[in-house]
């Protein structure tokens, strides 16, 4: 598999991995979505100063509001981060000189 | 770094190990889009049949219409992309009798 197949198969994996906890396997619920973000996104996790932080992200997540995130619902969180995540690069780079 | 993060550095350094070999880094052109996706995509890739496909893709991404892909731009393919492997994995889940 190529890098970009090994990321995506990764994002579907560590869906699952959480998803698959309860009954309902295609779905994150918000015991769930703390789980897997104190385990995958602790660095972010810390940044925010909201104690409330994963019920925020959660209710902002939710498109049909059923409190639960499926694998379509959850995709935008890794978007956004990996948006600033970019940003931060090109800073980076602008500041380092490289083009 | 978590398997996250990983995969966020991942889509970063993928967009612009192709968005970086012209003069502007923070876009990739139809040219720089084929060849990432010729490298990074080659099974999708076989699965169109239209030989055009890299032309109708970066139409379809293209949200401002300058004929170049930005990073926000990019991601809408990789989602997609997901969630069409993770519809397969609940399939293939349910057909193998997991959860």
Not at 10 to 14: A, G, Q, V, W
């Given at each position: 598999?190529?890098?970009?197949?090994?990321?995506?198969e990764?994002?579907?994996?560590?869906f699952?991995?959480?998803?698959?906890?309860?009954?309902?396997?295609?779905?994150?619920?918000?015991?769930?979505?703390?789980?897997?973000?104190?385990?995958?996104?602790?660095?972010?996790?810390?940044?925010?100063?909201?104690?409330?932080a994963?019920?925020?992200?959660?209710?902002?997540?939710?498109?049909?509001?059923?409190?639960?995130?499926?694998?379509?619902?959850?995709?935008?969180?890794?978007?956004?981060?990996?948006?600033?995540?970019?940003?931060?690069?090109?800073?980076?780079?602008?500041?380092?000189?490289?083009?």
């Open positions: 598999m190529t890098e970009l197949e090994n990321c995506m990764s994002l579907i994996k560590i699952h991995r959480y998803a698959d906890e309860d009954g309902d396997a295609t779905t994150l619920t918000k015991k769930e979505l703390k789980k897997l973000m104190e385990a995958e996104l602790p660095t972010f996790l810390k940044t925010q100063k909201n104690p409330k994963v019920d925020s992200i959660l209710k902002d997540l939710d498109q049909n509001k059923d409190d639960k995130l499926d694998f379509e619902e959850f995709l935008p969180l890794v978007v956004g981060l990996s948006m600033a995540c970019e940003k931060c690069y090109m800073l980076h780079n602008k500041k380092t000189g490289k083009k």
